[in-house]
């Protein structure tokens, strides 16, 4: 099983709702990413957890809040966003580095995505 | 600072014929991986191939395979006998260190029928 879900798959906030996005793989991976991507633009790295620890973050406003739960399951949690933050949002994973993985283990596998609008 | 360079916005290729999307970049590290993605219009990203930067045999995958020029700092895929189904943007990725990964600008290619 090669899957990462993410739900939902659409959703639509006002600039002063809170909400979250869900992503879940069950693949054994210890690494998780959420990416930012606007239309015909490439995907922008938010954050990265290593196990189950924030490793990456990019300097992203602290209206978005991630949080990593198990090992399965990322969150990114939202509020007050700008209308400036609707995109489509990534969920991937791979596995964790430091580890004698064999060749082909630093490959992400990419969710389907939410599309956020922000009213 | 590490960059990713694709310099064709949109490309088309007639069905069956071959095309070839060009990628560059810039990294002073020794040790990286290279990747190009697939992402159709239905938006799931999906990996087309990889490359590590220690090997100097060009990996291919079925239709798809590259031409890695390390010391030109150059990754091209190349698509043989196009099918329709190829149309999608493609994606050159470089990865480095750990958990960064940085990605080109995008080739979107639509396959002629």
């Known amino acids: 099983d090669t899957e990462v879900t993410q739900t939902p798959k659409h959703l639509v906030m006002g600039m002063t709702n809170k909400k979250s996005l869900k992503c879940e793989q069950h693949m054994g991976h210890r690494a998780m990413y959420w990416y930012k991507q606007k239309a015909k633009k490439p995907p922008e790295l938010m954050f990265v957890y290593s196990y189950e620890k924030l490793s990456i973050n990019e300097s992203v406003p602290s209206r978005f809040s991630p949080e990593c739960p198990n090992s399965s399951l990322l969150n990114l949690h939202l509020h007050a966003l700008q209308p400036e933050d609707s995109a489509l949002y990534l969920c991937?994973?791979?596995?964790?580095?430091?580890?004698?993985?064999?060749?082909?283990?630093?490959?992400?596998?990419f969710g389907p995505g939410t599309r956020l609008t922000v009213l | 600072a590490q960059t990713v360079t694709q310099s064709q916005p949109e490309m088309s290729v007639q069905e069956a014929e071959t095309v070839t999307l060009s990628c560059t970049y810039d990294t002073s590290e020794s040790n990286y991986y290279l990747f190009w993605y697939k992402q159709p219009p239905s938006r799931q990203m999906i990996l087309v191939i990889r490359?590590?930067?220690?090997?100097?045999q060009n990996a291919t995958e079925n239709r798809f395979s590259v031409n890695f020029q390390k010391a030109a700092k150059s990754f091209s895929l190349k698509i043989s006998d196009s099918q329709l189904g190829d149309t999608a943007m493609y994606f050159c990725a470089f990865m480095f260190g750990t958990y960064k990964y940085i990605f080109g600008t995008g080739t979107r290619l639509k396959v002629l029928a």
């Open positions: 991937a994973s791979s596995q964790a580095k430091g580890l004698a993985l064999p060749p082909g283990t630093d490959t992400q596998y």
């Open positions: 490359q590590e930067a220690y090997k100097q």
